[in-house]
């Protein structure tokens, strides 16, 4: 027995699945439409985005750093492509190349503001965020850009077994993303990163270039997610407030799947189940016929315990 909960306490993504387990025989002991085909799949759906992202901040964290700013670069993304495609006539496939970039970009200024100036990294993103949805808000006065061509909402419209086609690219890009990290070079120099910096810049791994990497990922996914999030809402509006306090949800999905605020320990895998974790107790809330403000309280209960549970092992591994 205390061999099991010593490989649970240093599994954290596999001891998550024993609460999260519970949490769903809980919720539906509160209402059987918790298992219900529908509930599942929009629990899939809404998963999807903030999962999607998560597989860039995992490599970031795992790195050392942290990104606040990829909800408000989801907004950005989905506001930019808006305008360009609704003022400035540009094609669909041009809009969706410009804002990607620039989405690249945003994680290059974070990088090189986290790095090279060495502001930490939590008030840099904070400060990036806070910019880039300032002129989500600025481009559109506070009001949706409607309606888009119909082209825009083709990948929005695919519903694969039911589901939305963001969910299968989540998967997908978190199936490359747990073999990146596990069993490539890259994934080695992302861990060394994370544990070490300098005896890792003494085995010959530039560290800078794999922050960058990492916080354009980051910024890339949610692009990515802003725009596909954008396909899929009636009328494909650019609103700025896509995405709007889901960076909560995914920084808190991270950690409780066992990435370290520290570094140097994480997997995709585990990620991948902490934002669904965190989305189970979301949309169980509401299922299970709770004060649906009690959402917000919990998931801020969560992270402390995740964050603590973090900071107790980290001490107890220095010990």
């Known amino acids: 027995m205390r061999k099991l909960f010593n490989y649970l306490y240093q599994k ?5 699945l024993i609460p999260f387990l519970l949490l769903i025989l809980f919720f539906y002991s509160r209402n059987y439409a918790m298992l219900d085909p529908l509930t599942i799949s929009s629990i899939l759906r809404t998963i999807a985005f903030p999962a999607l992202i998560s597989m860039g901040m995992v490599q970031l964290m795992i790195a050392g750093e942290i990104d606040l700013s990829t909800a408000a670069v989801m907004s950005f993304c989905a506001v930019l492509s808006a305008k360009l495609i609704k003022d400035f006539n540009f094609e669909v496939p041009e809009a969706v190349i410009i804002v990607l970039l620039c989405s690249l970009l945003i994680g290059c200024v974070n990088a090189f503001l986290t790095v090279k100036i060495g502001i930490f990294s939590v008030i840099a993103t904070i400060g990036t965020g806070f910019i880039v949805r300032g002129l989500s808000y600025s481009f559109t006065n506070g009001v949706p850009i409607y309606p888009m061509p119909e082209s825009f909402a ?5 519903r694969p077994l039911n589901i939305s ?10 199936f490359f993303v747990q073999i990146l990290l596990t069993s490539t070079k890259w994934g080695t120099a992302i861990y060394a990163t994370g544990s070490n910096r300098q005896a890792a810049e003494v085995s010959g791994i530039n560290t800078f270039r794999v922050k960058l990497i990492c916080f354009m990922a980051t910024s890339f996914l949610s692009g990515c997610a802003g725009l596909l999030t954008m396909s ?3 009328g494909t509006p650019g609103d700025p ?5 889901l960076e909560l949800d995914i920084l808190a999905g991270v950690i409780v799947g066992g990435v370290s605020l520290y570094g140097g320990r994480g997997s995709a895998i585990g990620s991948l189940i902490g934002v669904a974790f965190i989305q189970i107790v979301r949309s169980g809330l509401v299922i299970g016929h709770f004060n649906p403000y ?3 309280p919990a998931l801020g209960l969560l992270l402390m315990l995740a964050v603590a549970w ?3 092992r980290h001490k107890k591994n220095l010990a």
């Open 12 to 16: 954290q993504e596999i001891a998550i």
């Open 154 to 158: 083709f990948l929005g419209s695919l």
């Open 165 to 174: 086609f963001t969910f299968f690219l989540m998967l997908a890009v978190a």
């Open 232 to 234: 899929q809402l009636p």
């Open 241 to 245: 407030i896509i995405g709007l306090n």
């Open 294 to 296: 009690l959402q917000l």
């Open 310 to 312: 973090d900071v107790i």
